[in-house]
C-alpha cells in the first residue's frame, strides 16, 4: 500500500479547493463594504449636532437672577413655589 500517493492526491485537491474560493469572492464583487444612510438618518444626525451645541443653561435668566438675588430685589411667591413642587411631586 503506498501512502505517499494518497497525500499528494489530498495535496491537490486542497489546492484546487483554495483556488476556487478565491476567483468565486472575486467575482462575486466581495470585499468592498457599501453603507448608505437614509434622508431621515441624515436629517437626525443634522438635529443632534444642533442640539449638541445649543447650551444647557439660558445664561441671560441665571444672570438677571443672579443680579437680583444680589440686588436683594429676588422674591418668589410660594404660591408659585408650592405649585412646581406639588407638579413635581406627581410626576414620580
Excluded: P
Excluded at 489530498?10 to 484546487?16: F, I, P
Excluded at 466581495?30 to 438618518?41: F, H, K
Excluded at 436683594?72 to 405649585?83: C, H, I, L, Q, R
Amino acid at each position: 500500500m503506498r501512502i505517499e500517493a494518497y497525500n499528494q492526491v489530498a495535496q491537490l485537491y486542497q489546492t484546487s479547493n483554495t483556488k476556487n474560493t478565491t476567483q468565486a469572492a472575486k467575482t462575486n464583487g466581495m470585499g468592498r463594504d457599501q453603507v448608505q444612510i437614509s434622508s431621515t438618518g441624515k436629517d437626525y444626525h443634522v438635529a443632534k449636532a444642533a442640539v449638541s451645541e445649543a447650551a444647557d443653561i439660558r445664561e441671560d435668566l441665571v444672570a438677571d437672577i443672579k443680579a437680583r438675588i444680589k440686588d436683594g430685589t429676588y422674591e418668589v411667591s410660594t404660591e408659585d413655589f408650592a405649585e412646581k413642587l406639588l407638579s413635581q411631586f406627581g410626576k414620580i
